[in-house]
């Protein structure tokens, strides 16, 4: 079982619909949890943290964290075009002391 | 603030040849970072500094060397590149530890032939 789990996608929502993103984690001893947002090219952009269960809210962002059931989620409300990017779920677990990376998740946003 | 900074953006090296790719940043981190991407495997770590006088080795960490020049700087150097080293490679810097959000740098693209 990998350490960080995400579908490589690609994920295709219409405009203004809302996108889901989903990662799984292994480790129960996980502490922080990050969403990056990467365009083709370019580098990875922090886009939300969360550390405790529940939602946290930032604009159109969303991230949804449970830890019970090793699952946190992003959620992209009124998507736009200029989101489709690769998203990439990022966890540090206290058990292996280090950020593990997931392999992303590329969204298209189709006008 | 220009957050993290990397030279060079481009390189191609030919087998064998060696050369060091420079980071530095300007949001007075403790902690910074080296990941090399490739398709399919996703970031994996190279090196990390904790802090200024310290380093260590991530999960690919064999072919490369580190150096924490001081609190702003963290260079990479390829000894003698091999073909399995053509990646792209992004510097980041936290405020202290893996424990916190990391920033990333723009990024060096590698080729190795």
């Known amino acids: 079982q990998k350490e960080v789990e995400q579908n490589s996608g690609p994920l295709s929502v219409p405009e203004g619909a809302i996108a889901s993103l989903n990662c799984t984690y292994s480790?129960?001893?996980?502490?922080?949890f990050f969403w990056y947002r990467q365009y083709s090219g370019k580098s990875p952009e922090l886009i939300m943290s969360i550390y405790s269960n529940g939602d946290k809210e930032d604009g159109r962002f969303t991230a949804q964290l449970n830890k019970a059931s090793q699952y946190v989620s992003l959620l992209i409300r009124d998507s736009q075009p200029s989101d489709s990017a690769t998203y990439l779920c990022a966890v540090f677990s206290g058990g292996y002391q280090k950020v593990t990376f997931g392999i992303g998740t590329k969204l298209q946003v189709i006008p | 603030n220009a957050g993290v900074t990397q030279t060079p953006k481009f390189q191609v090296l030919k087998t064998g040849q060696s050369m060091t790719l420079q980071c530095a940043q300007d949001m007075n981190h403790n902690s910074m970072y080296w990941y090399r991407q490739d398709p399919g495997m996703g970031l994996r770590l190279i090196y990390y500094?904790?802090?200024?006088?310290?380093?260590d080795k991530g999960e690919v960490p064999n072919g490369y060397n580190v150096s924490r020049l001081n609190k702003r700087e963290f260079s990479l150097r390829l000894e003698s590149a091999a073909p399995s080293q053509t990646s792209v490679y992004f510097c980041?810097?936290?405020?202290?530890?893996?424990?916190?959000?990391?920033?990333f740098g723009p990024g060096t693209r590698l080729t190795v032939t």
């Open positions: 480790d129960r001893v996980s502490q922080s």
């Open positions: 980041a810097s936290s405020e202290a530890g893996p424990t916190y959000e990391q920033y």
């Open positions: 500094s904790a802090s200024e006088g310290t380093t």
